[in-house]
């Protein structure tokens, strides 16, 4: 992945004379940039509170900053940038848009940056327009969404949100590193993680762009869809325990093999998710309810094939 931070970033103050196509190339350039600020050469790595995520985050202040936002990090390191429309009255709300600048390993450039950009893109559009809009904009560039360094995700969005869990402070990486202390070094305040807090009564709303991370909109050739419903994670780890006998004596009767019977189950889930409305419709939420079953058959066979092995 080549670094093009000097041919492309910071790129010029932007208006609203641009053309939606004009802001949509330098959304892609913008995302090429960010795409550069990686942890691993050659490919897209960006975990929570690492110095990519830091050059990152700094492009994006850049940016912001050349937008006519003020932007700061806050205490966990989200990246914020707010603008207000000229005589926006006082108590005015907010309109929260952004997503998240860390990724997974080896990741795509658009994920979470995408709506990072768009919604400076947005801010961009908005300020040369003649009457702006009745509330103020921030952009949000959250550190961490992914989890990749810690094992729990949300970090970021949780401070926003007033849920972050505490406990996750004590969390260590791989290299032994205690998450507080991450925080610190990336020039947060986990003492401050509470006070970032956004209370609601002061927004509109949170609105997000964001990739598909499903088959459906490029199956049916369709440009964008709109959320209507967010997909709902259960794990269950499914014993089926069975009882062992000799294949050729035990009549089929009288058999109690645990792989039919978790087959049996595998197949009724099957049956009864694609029957619920709305997995049926969503297919990216059928492809979910998939994976538990294919976990599910796994967990069975676990269990299953001793007894199968005992009964030859
Ligand atoms: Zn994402």
């Given at each position: 992945m080549p670094d093009d931070s000097t041919a492309t970033a910071p790129t010029a103050p932007r208006g609203g004379s641009e053309t939606a196509s004009e802001a949509a190339a330098t959304v892609l350039e913008r995302a090429d940039a960010l795409a550069?600020?990686?942890?691993?050469p050659g490919r897209l790595t960006r975990r929570f509170a690492t110095p990519a995520l830091a050059q990152a985050g700094d492009l994006v202040l850049g940016w912001m900053r050349d937008a006519g936002m003020t932007a700061h990090r806050d205490a966990i390191g989200n990246v914020a940038g707010r603008w207000a429309p000229p005589g926006l009255p006082a108590g005015a709300p907010t309109l929260l848009l952004g997503s998240h600048l860390d990724t997974v390993?080896?990741?795509?450039?658009?994920?979470g940056m995408l709506g990072v950009l768009v919604a400076l893109a947005v801010v961009e559009g908005a300020r040369g327009r003649d009457g702006g809009v009745p509330f103020a904009i921030e952009v949000l560039g959250f550190a961490?969404?992914?989890?990749?360094?810690?094992?729990?995700?949300?970090l970021g969005s949780s401070v926003v949100a007033g849920t972050?869990?505490?406990?996750?402070?004590e969390r260590r990486d791989a290299d032994g590193i205690a998450m507080a202390d991450a925080i610190a070094a990336f020039g947060g305040d986990p003492a401050a993680l509470e006070a970032a807090r956004r209370d609601?009564?002061?927004?509109l709303g949170y609105v997000e762009v964001h990739i598909e991370q499903g088959p459906v909109l490029e199956a049916e050739d369709l440009p964008v869809g709109v959320v209507t419903g967010i997909a709902g994670r259960t794990r269950a780890e499914l014993v089926f325990t069975g009882f062992a006998g000799h294949a050729g004596t035990v009549p089929m009767t009288l058999r109690r093999d645990a792989l039919a019977g978790a087959a049996e189950w595998i197949g009724a889930a099957e049956a009864h998710a694609r029957s619920v409305d709305g997995l049926t419709r969503g297919r990216d939420s059928g492809g979910i309810i998939a994976g538990l079953i294919s976990k599910a058959g796994l967990t069975q066979l676990d269990c299953g094939l001793p007894a199968a092995i005992e009964r030859v």
């Open positions: 550069a600020r990686t942890e691993e390993r080896d990741a795509g450039r658009y994920d961490d969404e992914e989890g990749v360094r810690y094992g729990t995700a949300y972050f869990d505490r406990s996750a402070l609601p009564a002061d927004l």
